[in-house]
């Protein structure tokens, strides 16, 4: 069974740029959440998606937002991107709704603003 | 708001030692918990969990038991290996809200 794959792995921006990520999530997990990683602050939760609705939301600002599509596939997009969204993006996917259920987490995206 | 303390590393051992990593968690119920376990360059992994007081998790050597009463979920190994050099987290759930320790990392010499 194929992982959870991140697209892209590695991305390079300008300050005040927007930018758009994507997970595809294990084939039959309807969960995805995505973490924001850094050396200073961590791993922090950002949201968790499933079946197509966001059901819940880290302490992050409104430039951060994300979707889920029918096939379970998310995305996340950062706008008026800050030299502080720098940062390795996680996404994670699971059967079910929750912390409770097992998650798989994909390599990441490293993301760079300059 | 719920918060996970990890001890600080990196944690440096010779191979075959044993190995403990703390961790200690502040929640307002009774969460799930968690060890997930990061190789380089890799996204994480979950090595193992406890959902209610008194569980013990294991997983490939690894154990920890969740104490209600201490508020911790320390992980430990009998006898390391240099392919369990890593970043460990620390996790708990709550309320559908994961909050993570900032890592541990273990580097082991043969």
């Known amino acids: 069974k194929a992982g959870v794959t991140q697209t892209p792995r590695y991305l390079i921006k300008t300050r005040g740029q927007q930018v758009t990520l994507s997970c595809s999530p294990i084939?039959?997990?309807?969960?995805v959440s995505w973490y924001q990683q850094t050396p200073g602050q961590g791993l922090q939760f950002l949201f968790e998606?499933?079946?197509?609705?966001?059901?819940n939301k880290g302490n992050f600002p409104g430039r951060f937002s994300g979707r889920q599509f029918s096939n379970s596939r998310s995305e996340m997009n950062v706008s008026t991107l800050e030299l502080g969204d720098s940062a390795l993006y996680l996404c994670a996917s699971s059967l079910g709704q929750g912390g409770r259920y097992e998650q798989y987490f994909g390599p990441g995206t490293r993301l760079t603003v300059t | 708001g719920n918060s996970v303390t990890q001890m600080e590393g990196p944690v440096t051992l010779s191979e075959e030692a044993f190995l403990t990593i703390n961790c200690t968690y502040t929640a307002t119920g009774y969460p799930s918990l968690f060890w997930y376990v990061q190789y380089p360059g890799e996204g994480l992994q979950l090595l193992l969990k406890?959902?209610?007081?008194?569980d013990k998790g294991s997983n490939k050597g690894f154990e920890a038991t969740y104490r209600k009463e201490t508020t911790s979920f320390h992980l430990e190994k009998g006898s390391v290996q240099v392919s369990d050099s890593a970043v460990y987290f620390c996790?708990?759930?709550?309320?559908?809200?994961?909050?993570f320790g900032r890592g541990t990392s273990l580097i082991v010499h043969p």
């Open positions: 998606y499933f079946s197509e609705t966001q059901r």
């Open positions: 996790a708990l759930s709550e309320n559908y809200i994961p909050t």
């Open positions: 406890a959902t209610k007081a008194d």
């Open positions: 084939s039959g997990h309807r969960s």
